[in-house]
């Protein structure tokens, strides 16, 4: 006999980098109840020469939400530089057909994604927010199998709690296939 559980295992995808906060505002929706929105333009490439990915969030979180209503005046409003580094989870494809400009009618892609969390917000190179650390107990020690999303960005690599190294086996070959004879 076998113990069998019912419970949903999830596999998340997260995105984590700095970019500039854009378009805050808040959605209303015909049915249900109104979101927080942002696009995020995360910064790539050499620093030398950054390049911009534009992602279309929706705010999750009362953290998140609460820091991203605390930049829409800035930002909308007073046209200040807010740069912020992120946690974006879930980032899919999604296509529309532009209906202005010289792209009329031709189909275009955006990326769409869950603003998670916010490690930190500088507005015109001030910083005026950064996350505390949190204790976070392993997944273990959670009884989960992945880590909640309200964790910080990355352990300090001198922290206690940092993971012991582990030596790594050697990977063995799969057998080789077997090649069936002609008939």
Not at 60 to 88: M, P, T, Y
Request: one cysteine or more; glycine letters at 8%.
């Amino acid at each position: 006999m076998s113990n069998q559980t019912n419970e949903t295992k999830f596999f998340d995808l997260h995105t984590t980098g700095i970019g500039y906060l854009n378009r805050i505002r808040e959605v209303s929706v015909r049915k249900g109840k109104p979101f927080m929105a942002v696009t995020v333009a995360a910064l790539r490439g050499s620093s030398d020469e950054v390049e911009y990915t534009y992602i279309d969030c929706n705010v999750v979180g009362e953290e998140a939400e609460r820091l991203i209503r605390r930049c829409q005046d800035a930002v909308n409003n007073k046209g200040k530089k807010v740069l912020a580094s992120f946690r974006i989870g879930d980032i899919w494809p999604d296509t529309f057909t532009y209906d202005k400009g010289d792209k009329i009618g031709k189909t275009g892609v955006s990326l769409k994604g869950r603003l998670l969390f916010i490690g930190w917000v500088k507005v015109d190179g001030e910083t005026v927010y950064e996350a505390k650390p949190r204790e976070v107990a392993t997944a273990a020690e959670q009884g989960q199998e992945q880590a909640t999303p309200e964790a910080p960005f990355e352990a300090p690599l001198e922290s206690s709690n940092a993971p012991e190294s582990v030596a790594e086996e050697p990977v063995k070959p799969a057998p080789a296939k077997r090649q069936r004879k002609a008939s």
